[in-house]
């Protein structure tokens, strides 16, 4: 659920996501997962992993999808007027990639593959290069690997069984330093395993859907791996925002159709069938 309105009204001493006051009339990205903010995981300094939160859009919460909602003035991050109505409805989407990037430890000039060139898997490429990292893009859809060539990643491949050889291939053997998967997370996950160099890292992003993740034991041992597992994202709000704002990443540039409310069906439908040339899609309640 990746949402963001205009404040309506407003408690006493709202304060919004940073601690400042909280005014009707702002626009402001909502980020719809809602922490305890007591338990000894978030006190620690990890909401996004508490157990006891709630999140928009997920039963037995309510979404987006209406005219008025009401939630935690906390969970409110302000707009400048820069960022556009596509824009502030990818900014958790961003603020996802970030968290995942931040998980893989880049450092500039090295080198990084990833799985799957949906949105979040393009954010993270494009983070990547902004990171300074050389980027190898795996995808079997051709508008998201144009995306990805589009948006500056160095070398772009279909995917599917083959590619590991590839990206062996292209690497001399060798692998590269920090693989992202941001696909299906099926035989993604082994062939992360595969990409990565020895002592490399990998970052699993993508969620499977029976909800197993398989490998082969021996891969990760003998390179001596180091894996991390993605859940959403631990206040990169901010960061998503200044990354908007400053067109240093354009979220107007996933947006591939606007759809008033009464038409959302059709949005979800047409996400589903994996449309060609969709992206992200964009449902506005207020038409």
Known sequence: MN??????????????????PLTAGQRVAVDPAVPCWRCETCEHGHPNLCPNHTFMGVYP??????????????????????????????????????????????????????????????????????????????????????????????????????????????????????????????????????????????????????DRCVMKHSTARRKGLTLAFSRRMKHTYPRAIKLAASKQIDLDDLVSAYYPLNKALEAFEANMRYDEGVHKLVISVAG
């Open 3 to 20: 949402l963001w309105g205009v404040v309506a009204a407003v408690g006493a001493d709202a304060s919004d996501g940073e601690n400042h």
């Open 61 to 210: 919460s309510d979404g987006a999808l209406r005219e008025y909602m009401v939630v935690p003035a906390r969970s409110c991050f302000p707009l400048p007027d820069s960022i556009s109505a596509g824009g502030g409805a990818l900014l958790e989407t961003l603020g996802v990639a970030i968290h995942a990037v931040d998980l893989g430890h880049v450092r500039v000039g090295e080198t990084a593959a990833v799985i799957g060139c949906g949105p979040v898997g393009l954010l993270i490429c494009k983070l990547l290069k902004l990171s300074g990292l050389e980027v190898t893009a795996f995808d079997p859809l051709s508008w998201r690997a144009e995306k990805a060539r589009d948006w500056g990643v160095d070398h772009v491949y279909p995917g599917g069984e083959n590619a590991p050889q590839e990206l062996l291939a292209q690497t001399n053997g060798r692998g590269v330093d920090v693989v992202f998967e941001a696909a299906w997370a099926d035989a993604t996950i082994q062939q992360s395993m595969d990409m990565a160099r020895c002592g490399g890292r990998v970052v699993l992003v993508g969620i499977p859907g029976d």
